[in-house]
């Protein structure tokens, strides 16, 4: 039996991670329509969607560049770059947007000169915002590195978030 000239493209690098990827897109079929799910699967598996990852996708699935970065760019749920150490999640949806989340989102942004979706200049931290986390009786809601938080102030989120942007001095040498 032949197989498929996408089934024969070699992942871009030896990371032994591309063996979880190529077991998806092997179960996926090696179908152009299955890009999505493949995208998923490598986000999964590296956090993120380099351009490695993507041209590698192009060619596995015999699917035009242009269109897997168009699919990549789209959809706010993909990132193409490596994830921040630390993540905080602003709800904005209805009830946490009535009670306060746009101002929790507006302070973060003031305080560490961050846009929305994207991380601070050091890479300590990213902020996206979420249409609704299933928390509305903690409004106004956000999710720091994994943890609900609320109901919660701006000062109480900068507060939180506050030590991730503390430099930790080394001590000075000890004379023997």
């Not at 329509?33 to 990852?53: D, K, N, V």
């Not at 749920?77 to 947007?97: D, K």
């Not at 994207?118 to 809601?141: E, F, K, N, Q």
Request: aromatic content about 6%; charged content about 20%.
């Amino acid at each position: 039996m032949m197989q498929n000239p996408a089934e024969q493209t070699a992942p871009p690098t030896e990371d032994k991670r591309w063996k979880v990827v190529d077991a998806a897109l092997r179960r996926l079929g090696h179908r152009p329509q299955a890009l999505i799910e493949a995208m998923h699967a490598i986000q999964r598996t590296f956090g993120y969607l380099e351009p490695a990852s993507l041209r590698y996708l192009a060619e596995a699935l015999v699917v035009p560049l242009a269109k897997v970065y168009g699919v990549a760019t789209f959809y706010h749920h993909f990132t193409l770059s490596p994830p921040a150490p630390h993540s905080c999640v602003v709800c904005l949806g209805t009830v946490c947007h009535i009670k306060g989340g746009p101002s929790i989102l507006a302070a973060l942004e003031a305080a560490h000169d961050v846009t929305l979706g994207g991380r601070t200049h050091d890479g300590a931290l990213s902020v996206v915002v979420a249409r609704c986390i299933g928390a509305c009786s903690l409004a106004p809601a956000v999710v720091v590195d994994g943890k609900t938080l609320g109901p919660t102030t701006p000062d109480a989120v900068l507060e939180r978030v506050r030590p991730f942007f503390e430099t930790k001095s080394e001590e000075p040498p000890h004379d023997a």
